[in-house]
């Protein structure tokens, strides 16, 4: 009878281990449906829910750059059934003042995707190329006006990383959004944008932009002709990113069922078709080396963010 008892104990724990998940997943998004965030997350989702064999049910929180979902998702129970999306602004809400957690209080899943920020200035402009504009950056030292997308977004940084790497003096235009900061460029308001390349494309392909450099390691995939500050003796990389994370303290079998099933999504055909299709560069990093980096990036903007903010 013991040995039966014994047996039964085993089969019984196994039995509920193999049923995760046996339930809808909650999927918890940062930012407002019809968005970059959104799109990303209901993409992956909808093609990991297929591997998982239960739904994930997607739900839009929005507020305070991200932090009140992020917030939710920390505080929320870590049984594998609520998980969410995490932005750049996981490693910037605590220097912005919107939160008090760091990117050490989940357990992150991993990096999706990178867009990098880009210098871009009216085609009609004096300048062919990113080394004619700087050096009339640095002739004319607090005259040249950059929009960025607001005090301490990420093209804010993105401007400030550009302005410290060539040492002189620019003039930071915030605007509600990129996309008011790109109207006033093609309005010949200010000089140029700090904004990604996805946000220029349009004024590109029409002929009344021009992109004279991306800020990241590699080229971008929709403009590959356009050289990286990198290439040209510029340590610049600034890019706004997004990943999957969990709450802390996950079981290990759970997070490995979920990160095996994410990876899936990840590799599959259709989603690397939709971040081609909008210029997002796949930039997939484990758990492990996504918490490495979103740290990196949080020491970063801790120092970068007060200034953006001159506190």
């Not at 050289?227 to 340590?235: A, I």
């Amino acid at each position: 009878m013991r040995r039966f008892f014994m047996v039964f104990l085993v089969l019984f724990a196994s039995v509920l281990f193999a049923a995760y998940p046996d339930k809808p997943i909650t999927f918890i998004i940062q930012a407002a449906p019809g968005g970059a965030s959104d799109m990303t997350s209901r993409t992956i989702t909808a093609i990991a829910q297929e591997i998982l064999k239960v739904p994930i049910t997607c739900t839009n929180i929005t507020g305070a750059s991200g932090a009140i979902a992020m917030k939710r998702l920390q505080t929320s129970k870590p049984d594998g059934y609520t998980m969410g999306y995490v932005p750049v602004e996981l490693s910037m809400v605590k220097a912005l003042g919107y939160a008090d957690f760091t990117p050490e209080d989940f357990d992150l899943l991993m990096r999706i995707m990178v867009i990098p920020a880009a210098v871009t200035v009216r085609a009609d402009s004096r300048w062919k190329n990113i080394e004619e504009f700087i050096s009339y950056v640095k002739a004319n030292p607090g005259t040249v006006t950059v929009g960025n997308s607001g005090p301490g977004s990420i093209w804010h940084i993105a401007a400030l990383s550009f302005e410290k790497a060539i040492g002189t003096k620019i003039v930071h235009v915030p605007f509600d959004g990129a996309a008011p900061a790109v109207a006033a460029l093609m309005g010949g308001h200010i000089t140029a944008v700090t904004v990604s390349p996805t946000e220029v494309k349009s004024g590109v392909e029409s002929g009344q932009l021009r992109i004279l450099a991306v800020m990241s390691d590699e080229r971008s995939s929709l403009f590959p002709e356009v050289p990286t500050l990198k290439e040209l003796g510029y340590d610049v990389s600034v890019a706004a990113w997004g990943g999957l994370a969990l709450p802390k303290g996950v079981d290990p079998q759970v997070y490995n069922t979920l990160a095996d099933a994410f990876k899936k999504a990840y590799d599959s055909e259709a989603f690397q078709k939709f971040l081609a299709d909008r210029g997002m560069t796949p930039a997939y990093l484990d758990g492990e080396k996504f918490k490495a980096f979103a740290m990196s990036q949080y020491n970063m903007f801790m120092e970068l963010i007060p200034k953006a903010l001159g506190k």
